[in-house]
């Protein structure tokens, strides 16, 4: 099986490779990834174009449940079975609209014959080219403690990532799972998670990563004194470039 790693296939000229997106994770987040794709592939090619993509959107109360009591194989089973329903749907790579669940990453990878275009490749890779090399993390505190993706980040990137105190880290990921999956923007809420980036300034981070795909909801650029790369946006724009044959072969 091809790792995360491999170099796509470029589409050819006017044709769009089918992006398989693993949704649902939030809806609301879901909801702006399908957004933000079809408005740049609509920029990028003009007239009435949109993007070619299929979705398969959880009920996101199951995957909250495995999350919460620590059931990740079974979570991982289940994200398994979305990317085998789009490889036989016909989607040509995969995208896991979501960071936490790119803890499931290799077993998806496993599974299935299609490349998945991983959520911390393209933010890392912005990042560097902006020079930059000490990051704060924002996000649930599966991503903000465990070292699916942290290590990745400091692995495959030679980034040095900085998370928040315990406290901190409490407070992030309640407002995200108690407020931003739900739609709420609280300007508390907001407040918190400024106090929280400053103190990660204070600690010498250079950049803040937005690594929960519902704080761009909440967070802008405004609220922070150094760049925010909003995993988000980044992820929706690398797979635009896969989908329309854009991106050098193995970079994200």
């Keep these: 099986m091809p790792s995360t790693e ?3 296939t470029p589409a050819s000229p006017g044709a769009q490779q089918v992006i398989g997106l693993i949704g ?5 987040s879901s909801a702006e990834y399908y957004r933000l794709i079809n408005e740049d592939v609509s920029r990028r090619l003009g007239g009435l174009h949109s993007a070619r993509c299929l979705l398969w959107s ?4 199951d995957i909250e449940a495995l999350q919460r009591t620590d059931r990740w194989d079974e979570a991982a089973a289940l994200m398994v079975d979305a990317a085998r329903r789009l490889e036989r749907g016909g989607a040509d790579f995969l995208v896991i609209a979501t960071n936490t669940m790119h803890i499931a990453a290799p077993q998806v990878q496993a599974a299935v014959s299609l490349p998945l275009l991983h959520i911390a490749d393209p933010t890392a890779e912005r990042i560097k080219a902006a020079g930059l090399r000490r990051v704060g993390l924002l996000g649930t505190a599966f991503t903000m403690e465990q ?3 942290r ?3 400091a692995r495959e990137h030679g980034l040095e990532v900085l998370v928040p105190e315990a406290p901190e880290r409490a407070a992030v990921h309640r407002i995200v799972y108690e407020e ?3 739609g709420r923007i609280v300007e508390s809420s907001r407040m918190a998670y400024r106090d929280v980036i400053a103190g990660l300034v204070e600690r010498g981070a250079e950049a803040i990563i937005l690594g929960c795909t519902e704080i761009m909801l909440l967070i802008g ?3 922070s004194p150094v760049p925010l790369f909003d995993t988000t946006g980044l ?3 690398a797979a635009v470039m896969r989908s329309l044959g854009l991106a050098r072969a193995g970079a994200a």
């Design 6 to 8: 491999s170099a796509f």
């Design 24 to 28: 649902g994770m939030s809806w609301k």
């Design 58 to 61: 959880f009920d996101f109360a």
């Design 147 to 149: 070292d699916f993706y």
């Design 151 to 153: 290590g990745r980040l």
């Design 180 to 182: 931003l999956v739900r």
């Design 221 to 223: 650029p405004e609220d």
């Design 235 to 237: 992820h929706a724009e």
